[in-house]
């Protein structure tokens, strides 16, 4: 999975009937200190996630099993809203 | 996922026979704000895109996932016209 922020959104009334009533987020990759990394990436989301909340988002194949057993075709999700993150600092 | 522009078609006649009846688009990867990014992509259209329409394309092995596309040897697809692009004024 990836880290990102909720950047912004599309909306598309002609589409793919497995994408009926699915939100589409825009997605800018982030690195672990919230800097942009890459391009914006158009995500599927199960978690809610708002304009620019923290998430971490899955890509690929997997990215579609948060809606089983419906098939929607989307090779990108938001799976989760980050609250805290931790980075380096003393312990194992 | 990922934003494009169509900007072309593709007609072939000798291709996979699962490929019969299938639109193949020509689709230029753009930003949100509209600027070209590099590269172009070959997609099978879904939803009736025409040229110069703002769409996003679904890729890799969930592209067999659109209806339609169940064992076609595609791995990239249209499964969106664009509508409205809204970017939040934070960024």
């Given at each position: 999975m990836q880290l990102g922020r909720v950047v912004g959104r599309i909306w598309a009334s002609v589409k793919n009937p497995g994408l009926e009533a699915q939100r589409l987020l825009l997605v800018q990759p982030v690195t672990p200190d919230l800097s942009a990394s890459g391009k914006?990436?158009?995500c599927t989301d199960c978690t809610g996630a708002g304009s620019g909340e923290v998430v971490y988002w899955v890509r690929g194949r997997e990215a579609s099993f948060p809606f089983q057993p419906g098939e929607v075709p989307t090779d990108a999700t938001v799976v989760g809203i980050v609250d805290e993150l931790h980075v380096g600092g003393g312990g194992a | 996922m990922t934003l494009g522009r169509v900007v072309g078609t593709i007609v072939a006649t000798r291709k996979d026979a699962r490929l019969e009846g299938h639109t193949l688009l020509i689709v230029k990867p753009v930003t949100p704000d509209g600027k070209e990014e590099a590269g172009y992509l070959i997609a099978v259209d879904t939803v009736g895109a025409g040229n110069r329409e703002l769409v996003f394309t679904v890729g890799g092995s969930s592209a067999r996932?659109?209806?339609?596309?169940?064992?076609?040897p595609v791995d990239c697809v249209i499964v969106g016209i664009v509508d409205g692009v809204s970017m939040d004024a934070a960024r």
């Amino acid at each position: 999975m990836q880290l990102g922020r909720v950047v912004g959104r599309i909306w598309a009334s002609v589409k793919n009937p497995g994408l009926e009533a699915q939100r589409l987020l825009l997605v800018q990759p982030v690195t672990p200190d919230l800097s942009a990394s890459g391009k914006v990436v158009i995500c599927t989301d199960c978690t809610g996630a708002g304009s620019g909340e923290v998430v971490y988002w899955v890509r690929g194949r997997e990215a579609s099993f948060p809606f089983q057993p419906g098939e929607v075709p989307t090779d990108a999700t938001v799976v989760g809203i980050v609250d805290e993150l931790h980075v380096g600092g003393g312990g194992a | 996922m990922t934003l494009g522009r169509v900007v072309g078609t593709i007609v072939a006649t000798r291709k996979d026979a699962r490929l019969e009846g299938h639109t193949l688009l020509i689709v230029k990867p753009v930003t949100p704000d509209g600027k070209e990014e590099a590269g172009y992509l070959i997609a099978v259209d879904t939803v009736g895109a025409g040229n110069r329409e703002l769409v996003f394309t679904v890729g890799g092995s969930s592209a067999r996932m659109a209806s339609g596309c169940k064992d076609k040897p595609v791995d990239c697809v249209i499964v969106g016209i664009v509508d409205g692009v809204s970017m939040d004024a934070a960024r």
